[in-house]
């Protein structure tokens, strides 16, 4: 009898040590799956948030294709891509441009300033002060450019790194827009994957009502952030358009 328990013992310890083997290497393998994922969470959050909020199109395309959920993911995709970094190359050469003309202009001619406006003095609170630094600039630039030398550095490098910023957000978008495209691919079976787990989490009643909750929040959510942005980039693109249309006319 005791020969038994001591050899029940030994497999009951066996057995335990197995376990904590298994669990602490499923637990080292994670931590080091989010230490790679963890520098592209950003990323990995946008394209979730876009693939929910645009399957529903993406559910209207597959209906028109043969249920071919790839061809309509890759379809949508590439029109985002062209809604969205059309503008951009559009508004990147404009800045471009206008940079270069700017530069070579300065070279060329020096840095001529305009007076100020009367009307500029009458601005509220700083319209006086205002008034004043620009009509100093104005009768004598180079030493006003001396002066100021410090903030005028500082301002452009404030200038660099807001358009440097936004080239990356804009690229990350673009990314993000990419791999929503493949989540969208498999959509069907990720929904009912994420179902499944609020169920366990939550039970059968609250489960499903929390993912239909969820799901359309996010939708809600995305769908006023991308509608805004979508009228701030048309408007940047048509206001850019406008002052190329008008450099052009008035250009020699």
Known sequence: MQTNTEQARKLFTKDLT???????VIALVAFLCLRIVAPFQG????????????YPIHLR????LDQRQGLAATLLVLVGLLLIGGPTVMLGSSFASHVQDTMHTVESQGIKLEPPPASVAEWPLIGKK???VWAAAVDNTADFLQEHEPQIKQF??????????????????LGSLIISGIMMAYGESGSGAMQRIMIRLTGPSKGPRLHRLATATIRSVATGVIGVALIQALLLVSVSSSRTCLGRVSGP
């Open 43 to 54: 990323l990995l959050l946008w394209a979730l948030i876009l693939a929910v909020a645009l």
């Open 18 to 24: 197995d376990v904590w083997i298994r669990l602490g």
């Open 130 to 132: 205002v008034h004043a």
């Open 156 to 173: 452009s490098k404030a200038i660099l790194a807001f358009a440097a910023n936004t080239l990356v957000g804009v690229l990350t978008f």
């Open 61 to 64: 395309l597959v209906k028109r």
